[in-house]
T-cell receptor, first 111, second 115 residues
Framework: TQLLEQSPQFLSIQEGENLTVYCNSSSVFSSLQWYRQEPGEGPVLLVT?????EVKKLKRLTFQFGDARKDSSLHITAAQTGDTGLYLCAGAGQAGTALIFGKGTTLSVSS | ETGVTQTPRHLVMGMTNKKSLKCEQHLGHNAMYWYKQSAKKPLELMFV???????ENNSVPSRFSPECPNSSHLFLHLHTLQPEDSALYLC??????????????FGPGTRLTVL
């Protein structure tokens, strides 16, 4: 069974701080997606990484896919209160198979 | 606005009630999904429909019954639920061509409470 472990489970920081959250597995994924979910809403896709070692930047967010395609990280620079939410990673196996989701990291950014 | 809508947004029901959740996608996708999201657990995939045919059923109890009348609509019929079925039920859609990962777009969810 493929599993995705996310860490930390909870993170509470001040506005302006930097942070990194991690998504790890013993399995290889063909791609990995990051979602953010706000209270009372569904997850919203932020980015998809496909190539081992790939780095993608989305404004203050930097996503990296591990060389072996087993892990990924999300780094946020100068966090803002609007970054508050649940960050989920999801891995895709072979083409056509269902996504595997981690439990998520709950981020709280206070002013 | 993600292009996937769900109704109702909140539902409270007794264990003997029968109710249905509705999902509609406006993205022209050909695959739709039901997920269950409980506290402290990963999203649990319940059902997958591709081209209106059920392609995955992940050992979901028969008190949950999905229906996909066309590629834009998905229902989850509920009957004789248990309190542990209380959760956020999320619908998602994707364009599935069998060759690329399924990039899924989620609806806002229905918060279900079973008394």
């Amino acid at each position: 069974t493929q599993l995705l472990e996310q860490s930390p489970q909870f993170l509470s920081i001040q506005e302006g701080e930097n942070l990194t959250v991690y998504c790890n597995s013993s399995s290889v994924f063909s791609s990995l997606q990051w979602y953010r979910q706000e209270p009372g809403e569904g997850p919203v896709l932020l980015v998809t990484v496909v190539t081992g070692g790939e780095v993608k930047k989305l404004k203050r967010l930097t996503f990296q896919f591990g060389d072996a395609r087993k892990d990924s990280s999300l780094h946020i620079t100068a966090a803002q209160t609007g970054d508050t939410g649940l960050y989920l990673c999801a891995g895709a196996g072979q083409a056509g198979t269902a996504l595997i989701f981690g439990k998520g990291t709950t981020l709280s950014v206070s002013s | 606005e993600t292009g996937v809508t769900q109704t109702p947004r909140h539902l409270v029901m007794g264990m003997t009630n029968k109710k249905s959740l509705k999902c509609e996608q406006h993205l022209g996708h050909n695959a739709m999904y039901w997920y269950k999201q409980s506290a402290k657990k990963p999203l649990e995939l319940m059902f997958v429909y591709s081209l209106e045919e059920r392609v995955e059923n992940n050992s979901v109890p028969s008190r949950f019954s999905p229906e996909c009348p066309n590629s834009s609509h998905l229902f989850l019929h509920l009957h004789t639920l248990q309190p542990e079925d209380s959760a956020l039920y999320l619908c998602a859609s994707s364009q599935d061509n069998g060759a690329t990962p399924r990039f899924q777009y989620f609806g806002p969810g229905t918060r279900l409470t079973v008394l």
